[in-house]
């Protein structure tokens, strides 16, 4: 866990109340969720700063570096997250789970916000979920207790070998989640009819794809 984690977290942990508590937040906005089981749901997405996990086609690289993005209080996301009218909050990042998510999730919901998380697994979960989409990353390996608490396994497909990998998780989770294969954008033309067949052979699981770049959305 890198220091500057340790150093956010202690700050985190001095906080005088909850509501001043302010964690590294890359951006926010209210948009469409375009993955997984809530595709197609008007949901607030907070992109957290900070990642270390490190894939090479992550789309999102700007978020790594977490000194790059200011604190902004938790109360401050939830007043935003409100007042967007979105009956959901989407806490993603980045690597949200390097945080301890139980303030901001407290905070939404005593707005009446469902609090939706996407990780990668690789640190323990805090905080309260209303769901957890859990997208394993070959770069570094979840946490085992992730496997119980999923609701939803989201797998990227970036070449062949990735439908074994995915099976692998799939034999890991709780019999409840929802289990998602979705072509890596760059890969897509590529992976899509693979994934289309895998998915007719076999149909516990279901074809994700990131509509929101098709809409022209974040
Ligand atoms: S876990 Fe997500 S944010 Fe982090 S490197 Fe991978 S794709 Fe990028």
Redesign the pocket.
Known sequence: MPSWHKILNSIMNSATSTKSIAIPLMEDFYTIQGEGFYQGHAAYFIRLGG?D???V?????E??DASLHPLVSIEEMTRRAKSSGSPIAVIT???PAMYDLLPLTSELHAEGLKTNIET?GVYPLTGNWDWICF?P?K?KAPHESIYESANELKVIIFNKSDFEWAEEHASKVNGSCELFLQPEWSKEKEMLPLIIDYVKNNPKWKVSLQIHKYMNIP
């Open positions: 990642c996990v490190g894939c086609w992550c789309d999102v690289k978020s790594w990042g980045g690597e990668s997208s990353k770069f």
